[in-house]
């Protein structure tokens, strides 16, 4: 199914380079979480861990994405690896006050390298197989997705905080050698005569569709905070029940990422809108479900729309952009899922908190159906051509 970019020996290591970049950053966020909360004993310091993860470098990465576009793909991803490692270093050993600063440069590292692989795929893909490469990456995205937390426990209970930070900074030195070593020399063509390309004149539709993407992110990220709750206090059941949910989710997330492979041939916006329709009524149905079992069914849906919407999102863009500022183009997709999904944690506990564990789901659900509809809406109008007066 993904013969054809799999055939090529660029694709293949781009591929075990992101699924390398994967495996790390889900081994060393399950290690820091645990290393923070046996530190501080404080549910707080951890979601403080995960918006420094996540939300400050999705305000540095598209700065930094900006004076990186025009250097080799390879040495960019390598100096990601090799700063990862660095900060995996100090978080291991180093002095607590050192913490929260490396953890910034963990995520911002992260964060450069995977917008960057991201950002290779249309350098190296011939159009028709644009999107079988960027299906080929989410499904080793959802398929770690589904394992790396198992994966990252394991190896905090086998070998202990400190040490499973130590092997994730191995392999992250590792990749940095590897990819300095093999990789391609790749970068995007610039026209010497525009030194100031920037992403200042997108579509209308360009526009529409990253803003309705960031709003829906952010929504459909407010389960995260709430679901512990959600299991235990509105399904009265206990953790093995919150295991099979989050379960549940990864088998759709695997789903919808093997299920984009038969849709591509359906246009990308529409694929994410179609998605969005998905994933919002699978919430609804979560925040009403009355039994675990219905609620794990509901999950399976919001995973399997979660894994076509990312790629789709991801493909749309790289159809719109040109090839010089596809670098730029992907680190603002990051950027905005990591910022969205940082304000959709602190949304998602908020209403957990002041209304019910069931209401993250059903205001998620309900607000994404508002949302989709505006988007398809402005979309419609954005195409119908305009007629002079």
């Known amino acids: 199914m993904t013969r054809g970019p799999l055939r090529l020996a660029v694709f293949r290591r781009l591929l075990g380079v992101y699924t390398a970049d994967q495996i790390i950053d889900w081994i060393a966020s399950i290690a820091l979480m645990i290393l923070v909360y046996d530190r501080t004993s404080s549910a707080l310091a951890t979601a403080a861990l995960l918006l420094c993860k996540t939300f400050a470098p999705a305000l540095l990465v598209p700065l930094l994405a900006a004076r990186t576009d025009r250097a080799s793909v390879r040495t960019v991803v390598a100096a ?28 911002t590292a992260a964060l450069l390298g995977r917008s960057t692989i991201r950002a290779t795929v249309p350098l190296t893909l011939a159009p028709d197989d644009l999107k079988l490469g960027n299906g080929a990456l989410n499904v080793a995205s959802a398929a770690l997705t589904a394992t790396g937390p198992l994966a990252g426990a394991a190896a905090v209970v086998t070998l202990g905080a400190e040490s499973t930070l130590l092997l994730a900074c191995a392999i992250a030195a590792a990749a940095a050698v590897i990819t300095a070593a ?3 020399d790749i970068r995007a063509d610039h026209d010497p005569d525009q030194p100031g390309e ?3 004149e997108p579509t209308r539709g360009m526009w ?16 995260e905070p709430a679901l512990v709750a959600y299991t235990r ?6 953790d093995v029940a919150y295991g099979i949910l989050v379960s549940a989710w990864g088998v759709g997330l695997l789903i919808g990422s093997a299920a984009y492979f038969r849709l591509r041939h359906v246009p990308s916006v529409a694929l994410v809108t179609r998605s969005a329709v998905v994933i919002a009524a699978g919430y609804l ?9 219905i609620a794990a069914v509901a999950c399976v849906v919001c995973g399997a729309g979660n894994g076509t919407m990312q790629v789709a999102l991801i493909t749309a863009v790289q159809e719109a952009v040109p090839a010089q500022l596809q670098v730029r183009a992907a680190a603002w997709i990051e950027a905005i899922g990591a910022a969205a999904a940082g304000l959709g944690y602190l949304a998602g506990g908020a209403l957990a908190a002041g209304i019910s564990p069931r209401a993250p789901f059903i205001v998620g659900g309900l607000l994404a ?9 402005a979309l419609v109008a954005g195409a119908r051509p305009r007629t002079a007066r």
Do not use: C, Q
């Open 80 to 107: 990601s690896s090799a700063l990862a490692a660095v900060a995996l270093a100090i978080l291991a050993a180093g002095p607590p006050h050192a913490l929260w600063p490396a953890t910034l440069l963990l995520g």
């Open 182 to 184: 093999t990789f391609p």
């Open 198 to 200: 920037t992403i200042t």
């Open 208 to 223: 529409v569709l990253l803003a309705g993407a960031a709003a829906l992110i952010l929504l459909f990220s407010m389960d």
């Open 233 to 238: 206090e509105s399904l009265d059941a206990g």
């Open 285 to 293: 149905t979560v925040g009403l479900a009355p039994t675990t079992a």
């Open 369 to 377: 159906l508002a949302v989709t509809t505006t988007m398809l809406v």
